[in-house]
């Protein structure tokens, strides 16, 4: 059956609520866990589930369903006809529904061989009309789990990929930059602590904390500070968090701005001058900010991050940016 009388069958059925007992809710709560919900990723995904309808390819085994293969052009005209009555996707954007769900290893590529009209897993040949995807067998095993199985399953096939994993933090830290309101400034703090630090600050350890709560530095803090050789005077700048690495004798300060306080040139070298005097070995800086809204709106009015400081994202958590100088500032990004 030609390609546009399959489209005509489709827009004349009745779409199910759910294919292969997953429906779209199940498929949209899972793709949220890792920072990938969109309409169109979760119509791609749904159409992938599809085990009802006939192959869209002329050529395939009979017997083939949708959801053993389908082409970029087919997903478009599944998620456009079939699930919205209206009409197919611009195949042009498959960027953003084909390629995320790529990269998660959620869809794996597949070619229909013209010999055989069955389906073998790869792209063998450049920007064929066979080339196909359907979803990969741990993503369909996490959304076909039962509902008591659902978090095992996908904490399981989200710890066996760094990418996955990195999206599921970055979600993790979105959820909390949306929830956090009259305490955006404390939650910054503590997400510098168990969050950036833990991840980009291996070996460092966190001597101070400047929360704003009660005595400015505790009687706690005090002697943490004394064993790694700190002492703070009236004139010094206080970071909102201090770190210090035993092994190296250095210093990382990170500064949690939601309203000011970035890393500036006057911080920058009051602290310079505080790590000298205290005999460190050097010290690193960090501004943090809660959103990509707030740093932009910030960096845009004052640009006032020293070059040689890092810049990190509460909501973009798995990634770091040096300020480097060239013929300006720009930003070179440091990956977990």
Known sequence: MPLQDRIIQLRDSSLPNQLQGVTKARIRSVLKTIDRESDDIVGAVFALLDDITPSFFTNARPGTRFCDGASTQHIAAHIGIYQRSATR????????????????????PVYLQPETGAFILGHPVAKSPNSAYRLAADFLDVLTAPDAELELQLNKWIQEDQVRGRLELQAKMAELAKKAVDT????????????????????????????????????TQQKTLALAGIRFTLNDAMPDVLLWCPASDQLWVVEAVTSDGEVDFHKFNQ???????????????TTAYQTWKVAATRQGKYKNLPPGTYLWIMEDPAKHFLAIESTGTAYARRDK
């Not at 996707?89 to 794996?108: F, H, M, N, Q, S």
């Open 271 to 285: 602290l310079t001058m505080f790590a000298a005097r205290s005999g460190k070995t050097g010290i690193n800086f």
């Open 89 to 108: 996707l611009d195949r042009e954007g498959r960027d953003y529904w084909i390629k995320p769900l790529r990269e998660l290893g959620a869809i794996e």
């Open 184 to 219: 955006k400034h404390s939650d910054l703090i503590q997400a510098c602590q168990t969050v950036y630090a833990q991840n980009f600050l291996p070996g460092y350890e966190v001597i101070y904390v400047d929360d704003g709560d009660g005595d400015r530095i505790t009687e």
